[in-house]
């Protein structure tokens, strides 16, 4: 059976802070394929890297994101000091533009962007959208956005973003008729809350989607969700589990 396809789930984070540029460069220099980021956006409204609503676990400071600007923001560090003490002392919360700078190197790679419900709660969609949009221009044709938030995704259809990804947290919301009205090329959901047993492709297929799952560092996990018809693996370890279930494809 040929192994799922994996996604470089925030970066390389088993090695590196997640959502970070040392952290997505090394997830390219291993072969990483698809690459999933978290955005957010700042108090004046550029588009950055960050996943927790809040900054205390991987900056240690107080606080969301939306209420830094960008100018102060660059003095925090997302080093994750928990984890890496002061390893990453130097590492700065990059722009969503810095990273579409750096996938202009990366021709053979597709970037998930997962725009996080803070920012579309803080400045509605129309602004964050048209953020993004400008921020992505130099890789339009390789980002997909993705979200929790089926509106803000609907929204994107009905200007003409054409590459879409559905995130549903749990199984039971795939019957949302939003989703067929957004037509995903991607359907991402947690593994946490799969049935545990059966085929999980149909309602992918059905809406002309690949399935996607997170969050999975274990090979032998990730198999057996292929066998059950997931696509894509997001993924922490990207290189460790390529050691096991071998070298990278690209569908």
């Known amino acids: 059976m040929r192994p799922p396809e994996l ?9 590196f802070p997640e959502n970070t540029l040392p952290g997505i460069t090394a997830a390219l220099r291993v072969g990483a ?3 999933e980021i978290d955005v957010q956006m700042t108090a004046d409204r550029v588009p950055v890297l960050f996943h927790d609503a809040t900054l205390g676990r991987l900056c240690a400071a107080p606080g969301a994101v939306h209420e830094y600007s ?5 003095s925090l560090c997302p080093g994750e000091p928990d984890r ?5 002392a130097g590492v700065v919360i990059p722009t969503l533009g ?5 996938f202009r190197d990366w021709p053979q790679a597709t970037l998930f962007v997962e725009v996080k419900g803070e920012a579309l709660a803080a400045f509605g969609s129309e602004a964050v959208y048209g953020a993004v949009v400008v921020a992505l221009a130099p890789i339009r044709q390789r980002a ?8 803000f995704l609907l929204a994107a259809r009905r200007v003409g973003w054409s590459a879409l990804g559905a995130v549903v947290e749990r199984w039971e919301g795939l019957d949302d008729p939003r989703l067929a009205r957004i037509a995903p090329a991607y359907l991402f959901t947690d593994r946490a809350h799969l049935p545990p047993t059966g085929d999980l492709a149909g309602p992918a297929r059905w ?5 996607a799952v997170y969050e999975v560092a274990d090979p032998e996990v990730a198999l057996a969700l292929a066998a059950r018809g997931v696509d894509l693996i997001e993924t922490f370890a990207i290189a460790e589990m390529w050691a096991v279930l071998g070298p990278p494809t690209h569908g």
């Open 84 to 88: 890496f003490g002061a390893a990453f």
């Open 98 to 102: 810095e990273v579409a700078v750096l």
């Open 207 to 211: 809406l002309g989607a690949r399935l």
């Open 33 to 35: 394929r698809y690459v």
């Open 7 to 15: 996604i470089a789930h925030r970066g390389y984070p088993r090695h």
């Open 144 to 151: 997909v956005l993705i979200s929790f938030d089926l509106d």
């Open 70 to 74: 960008l100018a102060a923001l660059s």
